[in-house]
């Protein structure tokens, strides 16, 4: 049996990060989510995509909240978490290069 393809790890990856973060809260307490606005959460997900110019690399594209900058180490603390818990569930995705992007959210 061959390895699942660069396309279906990513849509694996881009499941569980999504499920993971809803059964977190998106790291943000209810009392700070308004949903008038798109920064009040503070970290969320936009995607998980081959990387175009690396081949055998995912980009995973995190958006972060108003209230934190790029550096923010609760970000990086996060992103590990979630990588961590992602390897650990889906071995497979070890098997790819990853590249991590952290956008903050549109206004």
Known sequence: ?????IHAVASTATS???DYLIKHGY??????VNEEEPG???F?????MPDQTSPGTLVYTFVYGSKY???SPEL???VQQIMTALKDAHPEVSQLK????LDPAAD
Request: hydrophobic share 25%; no cysteine; proline share 9%.
């Open 69 to 71: 900058s790029e550096k």
């Open 44 to 48: 969320s997900f936009y995607r998980t």
């Open 1 to 5: 049996m061959s390895p699942p393809g």
């Open 40 to 42: 009040s959460l503070r």
């Open 76 to 78: 990086q603390q996060w």
């Open 27 to 32: 790291f943000t307490p209810d009392d700070e």
């Open 98 to 101: 990853s590249t991590i992007e």
């Open 16 to 18: 569980f990060i999504n």
